[in-house]
């Protein structure tokens, strides 16, 4: 896997957790794309990374698990960055930690997996535990804004339209650690430390289903 560096130790714990102890995860991906798909077993293709990761998509396999797409979208912008860097956001919510690991085995979604290897340059899966519910209205620009918070940092002060993650590990990404993920609604305003990652992302999923996956009890 050359599209990020796996966290070994926290896979273990997301493995061996006593089921008493286990529940439902939010796994928030930022997702970087190739700007043409690379196959790793060399076969010749045109279609472009974004394309592959279309292909990989493995919906289907997430219903079986109990799983769901909780957000989807393009990002549009980001905040303090000097040129675009992420592609896409997304948000699967699974209803135990080790369902993600049980689905990385499974005979069904195995061989979808060399699309996402084809398709994508870095990503980043920080694994959020939900802190607080959000209410939103449908007023605004509907963007999406989401800032992942470096550990060490205040978490931040919340406003109306904001929901706030604690990230209990990252199963993919570098050598960077992350606290908190804050979701914004409609131009709410973040106040992200430095370091932060902020992007703002317009939803490809219908967006009152995406905001009510958000809007958590």
Same mark, same amino acid.
């Given at each position: 896997?050359?599209? @990020? ?8 714990? /997301?493995? #061996? ?44 396999? /997430?219903?079986? /698990? ?6 989807? @979208? ?24 080790? $369902? ?40 605004? $620009? ?27 590990? #990252? ?39 995406? /905001?009510?996956?958000? $809007?958590?009890?």
């Amino acid at each position: 896997m050359d599209f @990020g560096t796996i966290d070994f130790e926290y896979g273990a714990h /997301l493995s #061996t957790i006593n089921e008493n102890l286990d529940g439902p995860i939010w796994m928030v991906n930022f997702m970087r794309y190739r700007e043409k798909a690379v196959y790793p077993d060399g076969r010749e293709s045109d279609i472009s990374g974004r394309e592959a990761d279309d292909i990989y998509a493995p919906v289907d396999v /997430l219903q079986k /698990l109990g799983a769901n797409v909780a957000y989807f @979208g393009d990002v549009t912008s980001e905040v303090n960055a000097a040129t675009p860097y992420w592609h896409r956001m997304g948000i699967v919510r699974y209803p135990t930690r080790r $369902s993600f690991i049980d689905m990385q085995n499974r005979a069904d979604f195995i061989p979808r997996m060399i699309h996402k290897e084809a398709g994508m340059e870095f990503t980043i899966i920080a694994c959020c535990l939900p802190t607080n519910r959000f209410e939103f209205d449908l007023e605004g $620009s509907r963007t999406v804004t989401f800032a992942l918070i470096p550990a060490g940092a205040d978490a931040p002060v919340l406003t109306k339209g904001q929901a706030l993650f604690r990230v209990e590990g #990252t199963i993919i990404g570098d050598d960077r650690r992350w606290d908190h993920l804050v979701v914004s609604w409609n131009d709410a305003s973040i106040s992200a430390p430095e370091g932060s990652i902020v992007v703002n992302s317009r939803p490809l999923i219908d967006e009152i289903q995406a /905001l009510n996956n958000l $809007s958590f009890a």
